[in-house]
């Protein structure tokens, strides 16, 4: 008797609903937040181009827990240029891929997670435990709060890659596209 359903997930050609991937649903609107933010914060006042209400709470809030954002030394610099224009893009790129259960982000999060957490926690290190008092924050708690989704969504996002065909295909769809690309099928 033939299985009505369909094969199972892993050997399907297609991802499993959406409905049924909650956990990448929840990473998807994490990645979205984390891309607007980038966004918001590092990208568009690198263009010249702040908002002018993002900018006001920005001051405020880094004005007084975070001093390096306001003044960033050349290492922190590149660090928002990452978070802005590399990380930003990326995160909502990722979030499609995993609404859409594309397995074509494996690869390219497995390269940015670990660098995004790099970067993030050299930042940190140096807010929190820096030699140098202008760049050290007297608000440690409030600065690793605002942060530590830059460390910790990446890593889930990597976790949830982890294996190859997180989304289904496998080996079965593989030999199927080879088949189709040396035109023997």
Request: hydrophobic content about 50%; aromatic content about 8%; glycine content about 8%.
């Given at each position: 008797m033939s299985n009505p359903a369909g094969p199972p997930p892993s050997l399907a050609g297609t991802p499993?609903?959406?409905?049924?991937?909650?956990?990448?649903?929840?990473?998807a609107l994490l990645l979205?937040?984390?891309?607007?933010?980038?966004?918001?914060?590092?990208?568009?006042?690198?263009?010249?181009?702040?908002?002018?209400?993002?900018?006001?709470?920005l001051h405020a809030?880094?004005?007084?827990?975070?001093?390096?954002?306001?003044?960033?030394?050349?290492?922190?610099?590149?660090?928002i240029l990452w978070s802005g224009f590399?990380?930003?893009?990326l995160c909502a790129w990722f979030a499609l891929g995993l609404v859409r259960g594309s397995n074509?982000?494996?690869?390219?999060?497995?390269?940015w997670a670990p660098a995004t957490a790099l970067a993030t926690a050299m930042v940190l290190a140096e807010e929190v435990l820096s030699t140098v008092p202008a760049w050290r924050s007297p608000a440690p708690l409030s600065v690793v709060?605002?942060?530590?989704?830059?460390?910790?969504?990446?890593l889930l996002v990597a976790w949830r890659v982890?294996?190859?065909?997180?989304?289904?295909?496998?080996?079965?769809?593989a030999?199927?596209?080879?088949a189709l690309a040396l035109g023997e099928d």
């Open positions: 499993e609903r959406l409905r049924r991937r909650p956990l990448d649903l929840g990473l979205l937040a984390q891309s607007a933010a980038g966004l918001l914060v590092d990208a568009l006042p690198q263009l010249g181009l702040p908002v002018a209400t993002v900018e006001a709470a809030h880094y004005g007084a827990a975070d001093p390096m954002f306001m003044d960033p030394p050349a290492f922190f610099f590149v660090a590399v990380s930003t893009p074509k982000i494996r690869i390219p999060v497995l390269m709060g605002q942060s530590l989704s830059w460390l910790v969504v990446p982890r294996q190859p065909f997180p989304f289904g295909g496998g080996l079965p769809e030999e199927r596209l080879l």
